[in-house]
């Protein structure tokens, strides 16, 4: 977590920076950059799965951690493979893009469900940002 906060600005800095020269001059490094995005949100996701998996005890709340995961899995695949196809083939992007629109307007309704049926399953289960909070 030191490294990510270390490391985190100035790295997101030139993420941005090739972000917008792809976006305006080389549209192809879109590619493997939307990549590059959905893999350190697997990454992301799969750390906090881990610490969470941890912390859980009962079956059921890992077997919510693991739909909760299966979600981060999906979104990242669908970003990626949209903006794939949308430099490639615009009208099979535009459908995979809404696809992905719908994943994340349905994301916070989501978080909600999964908190509630943990919260159901083990009432003094903190959420990952407690947790991150308290390892500072």
């Not at 976006?23 to 610490?51: D, K, S």
């Not at 981060?72 to 009208?91: G, N, P």
């Amino acid at each position: 977590m030191i490294k990510i906060r270390r490391y985190g600005f100035p790295a997101s800095m030139f993420y941005v920076v090739v972000f917008l020269y792809a976006l305006f001059v080389e549209r192809m490094w879109m590619i493997p950059l939307m990549w590059l995005l959905a893999i350190f949100l697997i990454f992301m996701g799969g750390n906090e799965y881990r610490i969470m998996r941890h912390v859980a005890a009962n079956p059921l709340a890992i077997k919510w951690l693991r739909i909760q995961y299966a979600m981060t899995w999906l979104e990242a695949l669908l970003l990626a493979a949209s903006m794939t196809a949308l430099v490639l083939d615009h009208s099979i992007g535009l459908l995979i893009g809404v696809l992905f629109a719908v994943m994340r307007f349905t994301d916070s309704y989501r978080d909600r469900l999964l908190t509630k049926k943990l919260q159901a399953v083990e009432p003094d289960l903190p959420t990952y940002e407690q947790l991150i909070e308290r390892m500072s």
